[in-house]
């Protein structure tokens, strides 16, 4: 049955920074490329004019990368109404309704603070305005297990599952994409891709900056929750899931749900946190702050194909550089028959998926070196990703969300059982371990590895291409 495109999108907080550096850009590309041609009403608590909201929109399109298309520019222009109120009031969701005209099937963006999810969501509801519509939230969603499933209460009741669209930006990049087809469309990786032939798995996104002035936000959240749980735990569902009977929104999301399932609940010994010197004197920031800018963490799925593989996650602020990666280590041969090939000598081979800056997928193999002496060198076989032409993680996500397609999205199920792993560690967890700046995070973190294994740090020297 074909699923219905939605005919209005409805934007709330847009007057915030979100809005302005990341959805207002993203619209306009999707006018240009033809993908928006529906009413956008834009809504939040300032008492703008039209006027002033036109150059905020011209404002954050030219700072996104500039005007190059003046006649896409005045379409979305001409397409868009303002409407401002509080969203505690019914007042302002009548005037939504009055906005949206002869819209019937509008789709409700909600670009705002989490802790106003359900005021709007019931908003809608009491408005009529949830009837035939979607819903489009930005994570987080729910900061512990109690919350995401009292945010899934509330939104079920106004909107079915299909309709309710939980957006990480993280899944829009083409790069993540790529891992789910590049696994099941090469026919050498499912022999490979199972606790036989893996030794471990280790999933790094690095940042060399720190909370940028957001300390109030980074303070009631932390890497944890505002990396680990979400956007790493995203990867490893692709990483880790069985194939899916077809391609169907439902049939992926199923099987990254039964990954969630399978990870075993954190302990306090399975993580590692830490700190940046200077943190607690940031902006917003308590002066005995606990909070983690850095996260390590050890994972075991629980299932017929990854048991006894363990996973390594770790994210944080102020590390070497910025970069996101995967490393898939595979197990030495089981004999061994040359001297540079024994088990723990840094060589085995791998799978590498380098996400950003520039993304590529490595595998690394070893080769003889020329001479009478058995010794080889490590040598990768190099894929680059051209990166000309891709949609921007917005634009790509919200045109989804539009038109039904929630393969890219995150389900009830999925939501709840991936909190169920990080919520025992929430509140009981050890102290943050402070770290220099510039450095790879506390050196606590290296415990966490198994015996003979090691960080695997992106940007490192690597092999040779062959």
Not at 176 to 200: D, G, H, K, Q
Not at 349 to 368: D, E, G, Q, T
Request: glycine share 8%; aromatic share 10%.
């Amino acid at each position: 049955m074909a699923v219905a495109q939605s005919d209005a999108l409805v934007v709330f907080g847009v007057t915030g920074d979100l809005a302005h550096k990341q959805v207002i850009p993203a619209l306009y590309a999707m006018v240009k490329h033809g993908e928006l041609t529906v009413p956008v009403i834009g809504v939040a608590f300032p008492k703008w004019s039209v006027e002033r909201m036109h150059r905020r929109i011209t404002d954050s399109i030219r700072r996104a990368g500039g005007i190059d298309n003046q006649r896409a520019l005045k379409t979305l222009l001409a397409r868009f109404t303002y409407v401002s109120g509080d969203y505690n009031d019914p007042a302002t969701f009548a005037k939504i309704r009055q906005a949206l005209g002869k819209a019937r099937r509008p789709a409700h963006y909600l670009a705002i603070p989490p802790s106003m999810f359900e005021t709007v969501i019931e908003g809608l509801g009491k408005a009529g305005l949830s009837r035939g519509a979607r819903v489009i939230v930005e994570k987080p969603f729910g900061r512990d297990l109690a919350s995401a499933k009292e945010l899934n209460r509330v939104a079920l009741s106004e909107f079915p599952e299909d309709s309710i669209f939980r957006i990480d930006h993280f899944l829009g990049k083409e790069a993540i994409m790529n891992i789910l087809y590049f696994r099941f469309a090469n026919s050498f990786m499912e022999p490979l891709w199972n606790r036989n032939f893996v030794a471990s798995v280790q999933v790094t996104m690095a940042e060399d900056f720190g909370v940028k002035g957001r300390g109030g936000f980074y303070e009631t959240a932390g890497c944890l929750r505002d990396v680990i749980e979400n956007h790493l735990f995203q990867i490893v569902a692709l990483l880790a899931m069985e194939p899916p009977a077809t391609r169907d929104y439902g049939a992926v999301q199923v099987e990254k749900a039964k990954v969630f399932e399978a990870m075993r609940p954190l302990t306090p010994e399975d993580l590692v946190r830490g700190q940046y010197q200077g943190y607690r004197k940031e902006k917003d920031v308590a002066r005995n702050s606990d909070v983690e800018t850095y996260c390590a963490v050890r994972i075991s799925i629980d299932s017929w194909r990854w048991a006894g593989v363990p996973f390594y996650l770790r994210s944080g602020k102020y590390l070497p550089l910025t970069a996101t990666e995967v490393l898939v280590e595979l197990k030495p041969p089981p004999q061994r028959l040359f001297e540079d090939s024994q088990p723990g000598s840094g060589r085995a081979n791998y799978l590498r998926f380098h996400f950003s800056p520039n993304p590529s997928i490595a595998l690394a193999a070893r080769v003889k070196v020329p001479g009478k002496e058995y010794i080889g060198e490590q040598r990768e076989l190099y894929l680059c990703e051209e990166l000309a032409g891709q949609e921007a993680p917005y634009e790509r996500l919200l045109g989804d969300a539009m038109r039904g397609d929630g393969a890219l999205f995150t389900r009830e199920d999925a939501v709840e059982a991936a909190w169920a792993v990080v919520d025992p560690v929430l509140r009981k967890h050890h102290r943050a371990r402070i770290y220099r700046r510039g450095t790879w995070g506390p050196k606590q973190a290296n415990a966490l590895l198994g015996p003979g294994q090691e960080w695997h740090n992106p940007g490192a020297a690597e092999p040779k291409e062959a």
